[in-house]
């Protein structure tokens, strides 16, 4: 049995998008956790936001820290107290905010983080779901609290944002808008949409009002718009544009953090108090509970997730990272193992 592993890792925080590749003992689990062989794991946008130290007051991290947000494998072995899951299962997960590490090619996860592979998928597609799609639960069961018969819109819904919120939303029985391109205007309206606005030829404020729910995904530029659609008392839940106040409190953070989060996002904060509405940030967290729902609607909807065709071995991943930064990936980027 080998001991060592390979492992894509940063020593500190810096603007440089590099990270090195490093021979690192296969980790040892306590009785709550599996040792997962990783197939698979996704680059996202989240990655260069931790390398840069972006997010680190909502996670601090210590070094050498292995990166890496979401995974799929095989499990090794099981600690001792884990009942649920047995060595040879195909898993997926968004790993813990406080031990994360996908890019290795062995992990140490927390039992409840994990959940079984959806069945239509393979281990590349798989590893492309698990952060959409929590995204996703977590925003309109948690953070909007969706009532049945509402609307909501989610701008730059058409990429895997938008795969995993549609059928989510219209489960639960929103009325479903979207805009984004028109390559995905078609996938869009079959997986469940109400309605599909091409965003070059149709601008969202002209043709959308009183809108109960808005899930941002573009970011702070589109916020003033977004605010402008939505019905007094409705929400605006943010992916991009930043802490604010409620993500402090209800994160149970130390006060001076829920203090600077509060100056942080004042502003917009402000803003949506003129329009009497809530303005909610959220930062995904790992839920393999939330995550076996999530495969359900993955399976039912055989939902498969866009995946750049180019894939990566961990010796390139800062080619991947390059892509994911600063290309124009095709879908999810993908390191394969």
């Known amino acids: 049995m080998k001991t060592l592993m390979k492992a894509a890792q940063i020593t500190k925080y810096s603007k440089d998008i590099h990270i090195q590749v490093n021979d690192i003992p296969i980790p040892e689990i306590d009785e709550n956790q599996v040792l997962v062989k990783v197939k698979a794991a996704a680059v996202n946008p989240l990655e260069m936001l931790i390398i840069t130290g972006s997010v680190k007051l909502i996670q601090d991290y210590e070094f050498p820290l292995t990166l890496g947000n979401e995974l799929t494998g095989i499990i090794e072995k099981v600690g001792k107290s884990v009942t649920e899951f047995q060595v040879g ?24 983080a994990i959940a079984p592979m959806p ?9 492309a779901a698990p952060l959409a799609g929590l995204t996703a639960y977590q925003g309109l069961h948690e953070e909007l609290e969706a009532q049945p ?33 028109s390559e995905a205007r078609e996938r869009t309206l079959e997986m469940g ?10 601008n969202y404020v002209d043709v959308l009002s ?7 995904t573009l ?15 409705g929400r605006l839940l943010s992916l991009r544009t930043g802490p604010n106040k409620l993500f402090g409190k209800k994160g149970n953070f130390p006060f001076w953090k829920q203090k600077l989060f509060s100056i942080a996002g004042a502003k917009y904060d ?51 990272l390059e892509l994911v930064a600063n290309g124009r990936p095709r879908g999810k980027v993908i390191i394969n193992f």
């Open 149 to 181: 018969g509402k609307s909501v819109f989610i701008p730059g819904g058409s990429g895997s944002f938008g795969q995993m919120a549609v059928p989510l939303a219209k489960e639960m029985g929103l009325n479903v808008i979207v805009s984004g391109n």
């Open 89 to 112: 299962e195909d898993i997926y997960t968004r790993l813990p905010l406080k031990r994360i590490g996908a890019f290795a090619e062995y992990a140490a996860i927390d039992a409840t």
């Open 210 to 216: 009183d809108v109960d729910y808005v899930i941002d």
């Open 193 to 202: 949409a109400d309605q599909y606005l091409i965003y070059k030829t149709e």
């Open 270 to 320: 402000h803003k949506a108090k003129k329009h009497n509405v809530e303005y909610h940030f959220m930062f995904v967290r790992s839920d393999g509970a939330q995550l076996k729902k999530v495969t359900k609607i993955i399976e039912e909807n055989n939902i498969v997730p866009p995946i750049h065709p180019a894939l990566f071995s961990i010796d390139n991943i800062n080619e991947a």
């Open 119 to 127: 069945k239509n998928l393979s281990y590349v597609e798989a590893a």
């Open 219 to 233: 970011g702070p530029k589109e916020f003033d718009n977004e605010l402008s659609i939505i019905k007094p008392g």
